[in-house]
């Protein structure tokens, strides 16, 4: 059973249609009691770094995603949940959960004068890096290379430890795309908008 953290931050209904679309059981909780007992999680997340932060701290999901982690828990990422599953973005100058190793950067704070429309938003293709051929993750089987995925964001994943992209977009710079280690996973574009290779990537976490 997926749970889905509805924390007053997340695309709750669209991710919901797509696991409809996919028939995967799920359940939708606004407290972390009633997500104690399933066996993966979606975090989704759109808007405000700090906002989202402030709302996690309020529900009690900060803590509880970090006790679930602890326990190897399956963990999916979407969007701005992507991104504070790191341990600080300069959206709102937060601290954020630190589940993994790394800041979250304004796309001109990493190239000045950045050249390309912010946010970026829109159809980017993937490119897998060197550690997803080596080593799969399972979150992409069965999805073609140069796949194109849906993206709306302003900031940038910037991994302490490289290893943890295992696909990356090209707007200028090289976004990290999709992210994984051990039992987290991450994913910088919206799945649940991206047609079937992002009903894909659902169909294989549900079943990682």
Request: neutral net charge; hydrophobic residues 40%.
């Amino acid at each position: 059973m997926i749970g889905i953290i509805d924390y007053n931050a997340g695309n709750i209904p669209s991710v919901m249609r797509a696991l409809n679309a996919i028939n995967c059981e799920y359940i939708v909780g606004k407290t972390p009691d009633v997500l104690k007992n399933v066996d993966r999680l979606i975090f989704p997340g759109v808007g405000d770094a700090e906002y989202a932060m402030n709302q996690l701290k309020i529900t009690g999901f900060d803590l509880f995603l970090k006790e679930q982690s602890r326990k190897k828990i399956p963990i999916l990422g979407i969007c701005l949940g992507s991104q504070i599953i790191f341990d600080y973005s300069e959206e709102g100058n937060v601290e954020c959960l630190g589940l993994l190793s790394g800041k979250i950067r304004h796309f001109s704070e990493i190239k000045k004068q950045f050249p390309l429309k912010v946010p970026h938003m829109g159809w980017n293709d993937l490119n897998l890096t060197s550690f997803e051929q080596e080593s799969p993750c399972g979150l992409l089987k069965d999805v073609p290379a140069k796949t194109s995925f849906y993206f709306v964001h302003s900031f940038v994943i910037c991994p302490q430890d490289n290893s943890v992209v295992r696909a990356y977009a090209d707007y200028e710079i090289q976004v990290p795309s999709v992210i994984c280690k051990d039992n987290i996973y991450a994913l910088q574009f919206h799945p649940e908008k991206s047609g079937e290779p992002g009903l894909q990537i659902l169909r294989n976490f549900s079943k990682i």
